[in-house]
């Protein structure tokens, strides 16, 4: 099986083993999809502050590890 390229790198000093970031960045991209839904209903008048609040949060620590 052929290897992917990998769409992502590590943040400056970011320390972590290549097959632990692999497999984080694979959660990251997931939440990063997660969040692009997130933002289309955050665009409702009836979307809980809290939920803007932790997608917020959630994409702020994917982006202090990786560069996308």
Known sequence: MARKNQ???LQRGAKIGDEA???VAKI???LK???VFTTLVLEQDD???DLKA???EGLAA???LFIW
């Open 21 to 23: 970031a692999a497999e």
């Open 54 to 56: 932790m997608v917020d």
């Open 47 to 49: 979307c809980p502050e």
């Open 7 to 9: 769409d992502w790198q």
């Open 33 to 35: 999809s997660l969040a």
């Open 28 to 30: 990251a991209c997931a």
């Open 62 to 64: 994917i982006d202090k």
